[in-house]
């Protein structure tokens, strides 16, 4: 019986080709579309549960003057958990993150550095909290000696070739030898956790002259990533609620009001953004479920489509049913044989959505960047998947049409009597449901499409076109005023300056301020950043009032230290912008000359301590991307006895930078520093960096809601159908009488364009509500202007037009004579 089912459904589904071809390459895209959004969501949210045990395994962040959220925390946490909760905790965890350039001298390029900007310090316990695997080599007293190390596979073909790594020697900056005891294997792709090498934190201790045998005593230094492993026998909520009460036994009462410390599971580290100091990338939550719904969606509209071309073609199979029902028919069995199409039909569609799947895939991972995981061998839960949407979707769209027809009354059937306006109202229901869906894309689309295209090209407040960033190093910088000659003696070179950050991307640091008029018990901080003179001019930036840095060994300051270690400054240079002069509360008349004070503080004692005096007023610029607003900045010589702000060099080109001064650029920059990697970036491409989620967003936006508007078109064709079968005659005898062509095709349409109508009613608010709603986490955004409704109503309104008219034309001009002939 089963066998004779999916017989005549393949019959049926030969028989009828448009309706067949139609269906199946709705329901293709629309399983393709599904499957390819919840495998990205699925590799998303897999982020880091590799590790054993991972549902124990948290990571220690804090929230700071309950505004902002920080993903590190200072060195002396590590030691304070172990402490309180000593035997609640299995395992705690702190790394951090430096940069450095390293030679191999057994290596296959034993004269040549290269930066590491991913060599991360562990203490004892990472290999046992974290599941990274080695392919040779042992993690044996890895974190418990200094100067031996783990590195990756990529790293050791880079530094050994195909010789092995293990026991050779890599040189890093200060001429420390880190010997290799072993070599991982390729990192997961689903990890926040992202390195190049890893040695202990003694390592770390012994490049800053720390004793090895003491713990870190401060909230603040050294920024380190803590994780920590629960105790299965404890409850982690009342772990994380704890820690906030034993902080003040550690640290200024008042301080710890304001830093407060939580856990967070490292399962969720990838998906929560919004902390501060990330060591990678995060996914929104919000950018997730906007995803993963698209996908549901997207197959949600196929299904109707089924549903209603299965409607649409039910006229022509009315005979068919009836006959079959005066025979003696069960109407399980009708139910049965359409059920039987209807899996046919998506297994069909199943097996081209996959096709699709694995030729777009390459496409969408090289042309955004988005990494999706689809392993349909070794995969069993993506198979659980693959049939769980098989039959869901099956059932979904095939159970309406297998219940509606199997229940229509022969003697109804056989007077070709017309289907029920019940039934019709469903069907134009689930019209107005796809064009709500497709519409709410595509206005969401065209506003998320705006918000990227006004963030990469609104004006920054400087001008980055032809400027160079280049990362400097220890080594770099002891050589950094011939570099500074030498770079500023090439043809086409206009400037080429020293800086702590790149304009538009770095913040700075953050440090308290104390000025005259404080209110009292008002800490405030401000953001620092060190340029040096003609900063401002290159960058285009006007200083409204005062000056620049005109001769640093004047402007710097004089510098000693406290307690023979931390920088005390006095008399120095200081340049604010227009947000720090509104934060003093003066205004540009009266703010020259003010003095102003910048420190760190910790439990009473201070750690920096800058006082200075304001000699200019710079115009606001965006220090960060457009997400952020401009905070209040001072900005500091980039070289003095305090500290050598000269993290990045950045070259002015006079006319651009093209691939000759590049050459030159580099070859300078060699010999000068030689052995030394030129690492540069064109800072206009830094600052578009830092939108990719956005692009992304927008891009796959715009792709699925052209796909749903595409989907949902086919719906209306299919419900285009159905009305010009079931009027055919009425329409004839309208023919026969004189009614025109065109005049039909008007009546037709106008019954579709009211359904497209009431979609756009509940569309368009519903997407400026969720745009509003989405558009909160920018700083500077666009304004949602009538534009936006108009130009989604538009796209709406014309495709489906266009869609239905084309098959009302075809039904007008048909012989009226073959429509009431059998009258």
């Known amino acids: 019986m089963l066998k004779n089912y999916f017989k005549i459904a393949w019959r049926n589904l030969v028989r009828q080709k448009s309706f067949s071809l139609i269906n199946v390459l709705g329901l293709s895209v629309g399983l393709a579309c599904c499957l390819i959004l919840l495998a990205f969501v699925k590799h998303e949210k897999s982020y880091d549960t590799f590790h054993p045990d991972s549902e124990q395994v948290f990571r220690v962040v804090q929230e700071v003057q309950k505004t902002n959220s920080w ?91 195909d010789a092995d790594p293990i026991g050779k020697v890599l040189i890093s900056t200060g001429d420390f030898s880190f010997e290799v005891r072993g070599v991982l294997k390729k990192m997961p792709s689903n990890t926040h956790l992202e390195f190049d090498l890893v040695s202990s934190m003694n390592s770390f201790k012994a490049f800053n002259d720390f004793p090895l045998t003491a713990d870190f005593g401060s909230f603040w230094w050294p920024q380190t990533y803590t994780y920590v492993k629960v105790n299965q026998q404890q409850d982690p909520s009342s772990i994380s609620a704890k820690i906030p009460e034993i902080n003040p036994n550690y640290r200024n009462p008042e301080e710890a009001k304001s830093y407060v410390h939580f856990l967070q599971p490292i399962t969720e580290v990838h998906t929560q953004s919004g902390f501060q100091g990330e060591l990678t990338p995060t996914m929104s939550e919000q950018t997730l479920w906007i995803f993963l719904s698209i996908g549901i969606f997207v197959l949600v509209l196929a299904c109707i489509n089924f549903i209603n071309l299965a409607t649409a073609r039910a006229i022509k199979r009315m005979k068919e049913i009836g006959i079959r ?191 005259p008029g404080i209110k009292e018990g008002v800490r405030k901080g401000i953001n620092v950043q060190y340029v040096d003179e003609g900063f401002f001019e290159t960058l285009g930036v006007p200083v409204l009032v005062g000056r620049e840095f005109i001769d640093e060994s004047a402007d710097r300051g004089i510098s000693k230290l406290m307690r023979g270690r931390f920088p005390d400054l006095n008399n120095v240079a200081m340049i604010i912008n227009e947000a720090a002069v509104e934060w003093m509360e003066k205004d540009l008349d009266n703010v020259l000359g003010a003095d102003l004070r910048v420190f760190t503080e910790e439990n009473g004692e201070l750690y920096s301590n800058y006082n200075g005096n304001i000699v200019g007023v710079v115009q606001d610029y965006h220090t960060r991307d457009l997400r952020y607003s401009i905070q209040p900045t001072v ?22 930078i093209n691939p000759e001064l590049l050459d030159q650029l580099k070859g300078t920059w060699k010999a000068v520093n030689e052995g030394l990697p030129f690492d540069y970036n064109f800072l206009d491409d830094d600052i578009a960096m830092q939108y990719k989620q956005q692009a992304q967003t927008s891009t ?75 558009l909160d986490q920018f700083a500077f955004k666009v304004p949602i202007s009538i534009w936006f409704f108009l130009i989604s109503a538009a796209i709406s309104v014309i495709l489906a037009y266009s869609t239905v008219s084309i098959q009302s034309l075809k039904t007008a001009l048909a012989n009226p004579v073959d429509a009431i002939k059998n009258e």
Request: proline share 4%.
């Open 325 to 515: 029902k005066v025979n003696g028919a069960h109407r399980t069995q009708l139910i049965a044989q359409f059920l039987a199409e209807s899996f046919l039909i998506n297994a069909i569609s199943m097996i081209l959505g996959l096709i699709l799947v694995y030729v777009f895939v390459p496409l969408i991972e090289s042309s955004i960047s988005l990494k999706i995981q689809i392993d349909l061998i070794g995969d069993s839960q993506l198979q659980l998947l693959l049939i769980g949407i098989w039959i869901s979707s099956s059932v979904l769209a095939g159970i309406f049409p297998a219940f509606y027809l199997s229940g229509l009354k022969p003697e109804m059937i056989l007077k070709q009597s017309p289907l029920s306006k019940g039934k019709s109202v469903l069907r134009k229901s689930l019209v107005v449901f796809q064009f709500v869906l497709s519409t709410l894309l595509v206005f969401c689309a065209s506003v998320a499409f705006y918000q990227h295209q006004f963030m990469t090209n609104a004006s920054m407040g400087f001008d980055p076109d032809g400027l160079v960033s280049v990362k400097m190093g220890e080594l770099a910088k002891e050589k950094a005023d011939v570099l500074k000659q030498e770079l500023s003696a090439i043809p086409g070179v206009g400037a080429v300056h020293f800086s702590s950050d790149r304009p538009g991307v770095d913040t700075g640091w953050n440090p308290s301020a104390d000025y």
């Open 635 to 656: 900005f500091l010589p980039a070289k003095n006895a305090a500290f050598d702000g000269t993290r990045h060099v950045l070259i002015k080109a006079d006319q651009g």
């Open 71 to 161: 993903a590190w925390v200072g060195g002396a946490v590590a030691p304070m958990l172990r402490k309180e909760f000593e035997g609640k905790l299995d395992e705690v965890v702190s790394l951090t993150q430096i940069s450095s350039y390293l030679y191999a001298p057994d290596g296959i390029a034993p004269d040549e550095r290269f930066r590491e900007d991913h060599f991360i310090f562990a203490d004892e316990g990472f290999d046992r909290i974290f599941g990274f695997e080695l392919s040779k080599g042992s993690w044996k007293g890895v974190f418990e000696n200094p100067y031996q190390v783990v590195i990756t596979e990529e790293l050791a073909t880079k530094y050994f070739g």
């Open 700 to 774: 796959l936006l715009g792709s699925f809601a052209f796909l749903t508007l595409m989907i949902s078109c086919l719906g209306l064709l299919g419900l285009s159908i159905f009305t010009a079968e079931s009027r055919r005659k009425e329409i004839g005898i309208r023919r026969v009488l004189g009614a025109s062509a065109m005049t039909i095709v008007n009546k037709l349409t106008s019954e579709f364009l009211i359904l497209v109508g009431v979609s756009l009613l509940i569309a368009l608010p519903l997407g400026y509500y969720l745009m509003q709603e989405w």
